[in-house]
């Protein structure tokens, strides 16, 4: 069993920054993959990054250069800093946990607003 808790969202002007942190806790030594994904009304949730146990990252087209994602395997902590933020950015953004056996885990959710 794993629970994630997601902070950091917020209102943004174009251009401005915001970092969302996600810590998690239970089995946490059956995570191997924590990501970021983001769901805008009246969409699919797309993936946004992801990085492995070990380092490996992974980001959609839409985020490269402006997003980074990172994790402290000390904290049990995955970061998103993004960066040049856009109006398409706006969505609910969810920290998500994939382990040895599934299911996938998912936070709550954190409202990410890029307006001026």
């Known amino acids: 069993q794993v629970q994630l808790v997601e902070s950091g969202g917020g209102l943004v002007q174009p251009g401005g920054s915001l970092r969302l942190s996600c810590t998690a806790s239970?089995?946490?030594?059956?995570?191997?993959?924590l990501g970021w994904y983001r769901q805008a009304p009246g969409n699919e949730r797309e993936s946004v990054a992801n990085?492995?146990?070990?380092?490996?990252?992974n980001y959609a087209d839409s985020v490269k250069g402006r997003f980074t994602i990172s994790r402290d395997n000390v904290k049990n902590t995955v970061y998103l800093q993004m960066n040049s933020l856009k109006p398409e950015d706006t969505a609910v953004y969810y920290c998500?946990?994939?382990?040895?056996?599934?299911?996938?885990?998912w936070g709550q959710g954190t409202q990410v607003t890029v307006s001026a």
């Open positions: 998500s946990a994939k382990t040895i056996v599934p299911p996938n885990y």
């Open positions: 239970g089995s946490i030594l059956s995570i191997y993959v």
């Open positions: 990085v492995t146990y070990g380092g490996v990252t």
